[in-house]
């Protein structure tokens, strides 16, 4: 049985982009937040001054990418605003 050519990432390839309708989305505002992991899920739960007002539960691929993504965020607001505390 022949294989299959693996596909491959073109080198200067942009990252995929997310496509988002904003249609029911809900905004809320946070100054505290607190994680906590299991093997299974990670959950990050946000609020107003340690008051708890939404949790969010995500796989620990897609924390992963959002940690690097916080990174990259955070970085580029220093550079333009100065750095946080």
Known sequence: MARKA??????????RRHRW???GAVTSYANSCSLDASAEAVFA???IDR???R????????AKRLA???TKVVRDYEAQYGTLS
């Open 51 to 53: 008051r708890l007002s």
């Open 55 to 62: 949790r969010i539960v995500i796989t620990p691929a897609l």
């Open 68 to 70: 690097a993504l916080l």
């Open 45 to 47: 739960n946000f609020g």
């Open 21 to 23: 309708t904003d249609a």
């Open 6 to 15: 693996a596909r491959r990432k073109p080198r200067n390839a942009e990252p």
